[in-house]
């Protein structure tokens, strides 16, 4: 029985059923994982702060923990604080619509963040009334909770995770941080474009559908699939390739990820 059946049983509907469940195939567990508030939703505010901050006084104090993080000079550790935040931010929209057509609107008023947890860089939860935008065969369609809203179809839905994660939430936290270090929108875009790839191919085993197609998707409303390749790889699987850097090896300690554009230089 899938997530979403099983709600029409219960008497509360759990808008991020789908996600969390998802979450706990891919890491075993939804309640420890590193970067996200357990189960995502956070319900005591007391230490979280919106992400809307980040792009104004709260920005030192992203880019000071990954210079402490990784030992690394000021425009490698905007870099990799990017590649990191836009990862864990886009992962619960990501699941959301591969696993069900279910996409939680992750503005920037309506995530959150904390610094406090050495196992992550940043922790990010949602607000318990984050909206979430569904089809109209959806049970939460007809649940009456006032923060979903209902779209005609996969076109609209692709709107609204690009409108809430894109426009209102990482482009404004792009421009901080591209008049802050010598980045270029390119190379951060990168980044993201990788990220929410590596969502959907670490999830494969437990989503239906194409990673392909879903990826070509999801890039595509963003505006980023000429940033990444998806090339065969071992055992039939596929990997990312991607077209641009993270500057991860300019580290003390460089490290060259998986599918870096440097080891195709």
């Not at 057509?101 to 009334?129: E, H, K, N, Q, S």
């Not at 935008?133 to 939460?140: E, G, K, N, Y």
């Not at 409108?163 to 010598?182: E, M, N, T």
């Not at 090339?231 to 039939?236: D, L, S």
Request: with cysteine.
């Amino acid at each position: 029985m899938t997530s979403i059946t099983m709600e029409l049983t219960q008497i509360r509907p759990r808008p991020l059923a789908p996600v969390t469940a998802t979450l706990r195939a891919m890491f075993g567990t939804s309640t420890e994982v590193p970067g996200l508030a357990p189960d995502l939703v956070v319900r005591d505010l007391a230490g979280w702060t919106p992400t809307a901050r980040l792009a104004d006084v709260h920005l030192d104090t992203l880019l000071d923990a990954a210079r402490r993080r990784w030992s690394a000079q000021p425009h490698a550790a905007a870099a990799l604080a990017w590649k990191s935040y836009t990862y864990w931010l886009a992962l619960p929209a990501v699941l959301g619509w591969a696993s069900a057509r279910r996409v939680p609107l992750l503005t920037a008023t309506d995530t959150l963040m904390r610094f406090d947890d050495p196992r992550a860089l940043i922790t990010l939860g949602l607000r318990p009334d984050i909206p979430v935008a569904v089809l109209p065969h959806d049970p939460l369609a007809i649940s009456g909770l006032s923060q979903v809203k209902v779209v005609a179809d996969e076109d609209a839905l692709l709107t609204e995770f690009r409108r809430s994660l894109l426009d209102q939430h990482l482009i404004p936290l792009l421009d901080a941080l591209h008049g802050r270090v010598r980045l270029g929108k390119r190379t951060l875009l990168g980044s993201l474009a990788s990220g929410v790839a590596y969502g959907v191919l670490r999830s494969a085993d437990a989503v239906p559908g194409s990673s392909a197609e879903t990826i070509d998707r999801l890039l595509g409303t963003l505006g980023v699939r000429d940033l990444i390749d998806l090339n065969p790889g071992r055992q039939g699987k596929l990997e990312v390739q991607r077209k641009t850097c993270c500057l991860a090896f300019t580290l003390p300690r460089p490290k060259v990820c998986p599918g870096c554009c440097i080891k195709t230089a």
